[in-house]
């Protein structure tokens, strides 16, 4: 009975300590708005699958991918300075002058996009029937996601949760927009886009007061961080949004929605959990967490998790595409690769903020700019030779090497060692 009591306790007291913890916390909401985000993303393409043909879908995701590419282009590195800056500066002043930054360069950037379309990916040049709606949705887009990244900075992560629930309205949108074909899918998360962008600026303000002028002194201390960060995760973005456009204009639609099922199903799975970490580990590494200790226990986190997923989806990954249709079945083949570059790809996305906590900025861009080259350059050509899988070929070799290169940096520039001291 006495051991039983000591053991309850024991967990009692962990359990308390879980949940007073903010890296653990912060992370379990970003984790939970992902896996939100994931399990809606499910459904919507499974529906999509039942109304909307392949090649309808394929086409979708390169409007959706152009969204994305937009939204890459315009954060100018400004979302990493607003998490490192606003522990220690004015909040209200660190906010109001990344939001406006970022969303005002969302609508010169969709402008610039929908004027070099023709050259960018043709098939998709009748957007421009949209115009206005692309460039809405664009600048919405922004809206959402610097304020999902100060909740999240202000440890606020529920609030980031709570956009996330009201993305997942597009569901609710896509059966009656399938009249429209690609562009219902398109306008499906468009549309979701506003209702998470209003509750997104109405909650913000429950925190920090919107002012209405850039601050001078924040954006001088912040230009080298967001500079070298914008080069650097435009090298992180850019194959993401431009391998879709790429498949289309070399494979065809149907390759395109067999790569981004696969796709979002395999980041989602080994992706989330790892980057919900990343982003809570340099959340709290800004705010003076213990970074050697915040390491090891996102690691240890990570790797569990990713274990089980992996295990779960080997038995289970077929059926899970079966679901979406027959045809989708063959899309199994990327997402084992996904799975299996998963454990490489843990160091790699932890490391990342260790060298931004530091501000060894070279390095980062080194890296990414490395992974940027030999992504684009390898997924063309094994893409050309094996279909659509050739990318998942592609990412193996760019996270084993991303990993081996990270390994030689911890043995021989002891980057680990001086952020530990």
């Avoid at 609710?172 to 009249?179: E, K, N, S």
């Avoid at 990414?368 to 899988?389: D, M």
């Avoid at 990993?403 to 520039?413: A, E, T």
């Amino acid at each position: 009975m006495v051991i039983n009591n000591y053991f309850h306790r024991s967990l009692e007291n962990r359990l308390a300590a879980y949940r007073t913890d903010s890296l653990y916390e912060n992370s379990f909401f970003i984790f939970l708005g992902r896996s939100l985000s994931a399990f809606c993303g499910l459904i919507f393409w499974t529906l999509a699958t039942q109304y909307y043909s392949p090649s309808e879908i394929g086409v979708a995701t390169a409007l959706i991918s152009s969204l994305g590419l937009v939204l890459s282009f315009s954060k100018l590195g400004f979302d990493i300075s607003l998490i490192k800056f606003i522990p220690i500066m004015n909040k209200s002043r660190v906010f109001s002058s990344s939001f406006f930054i970022i969303s005002i360069s969302s609508i010169f950037i969709s402008i610039l996009f929908l004027f070099l379309i023709e050259f960018i990916s043709p098939q998709i040049s009748f957007i421009r029937e949209y115009s206005i709606l692309f460039i809405f949705f664009a600048f919405l887009s922004s809206v959402t996601f610097i304020t999902g990244t100060t909740f999240v900075s202000i440890r606020k992560s529920r609030y980031y949760f709570l956009q996330s629930v009201l993305e997942s309205s597009r569901i609710l949108l896509l059966i009656p927009m399938a009249t429209l074909g690609a562009v219902g899918i398109f306008f499906s998360q468009g549309i979701s886009t506003i209702f998470s962008s209003f509750f997104a600026v109405y909650s913000i303000t429950k925190f920090i007061n919107i002012e209405l002028n850039l601050d001078r002194t924040y954006i001088k201390r912040a230009s080298k961080l967001s500079f070298t960060n914008y080069i650097s995760n435009l090298s992180v973005d850019i194959p993401t949004y431009i391998i879709p456009l790429m498949l289309l204009n070399l494979l065809g639609p149907e390759d395109v929605s067999l790569y981004f099922i696969a796709t979002t199903l395999g980041t989602s799975i080994y992706l989330m959990l790892p980057d919900a970490i990343s982003k809570s580990f340099f959340v709290e590494s800004s705010h003076g967490f213990d970074m050697r200790r915040g390491l090891i226990k996102s690691l240890t986190i990570a790797y569990l998790v990713l274990a089980v997923e992996f295990i779960s989806i080997i038995f289970f990954g077929p059926y899970i595409l079966g679901l979406l249709g027959h045809a989708y079945i063959e899309a199994f083949k990327l997402l084992r690769i996904y799975l299996l570059t998963g454990f490489f790809s843990i160091v790699y996305m932890l490391f990342m903020p260790v060298l931004n906590i530091k501000l060894l900025y070279s390095r980062n861009i080194e890296l990414n700019l490395l992974r940027l080259v030999l992504l684009l350059g390898l997924g063309y050509v094994l893409a050309g030779k094996f279909g659509f899988v050739g990318i998942g070929y592609a990412w193996a070799i760019v996270e084993v090497t991303s990993c081996l290169l990270i390994l030689y940096w911890i043995n021989h520039l002891k980057i680990i060692k001086y952020t530990a001291e």
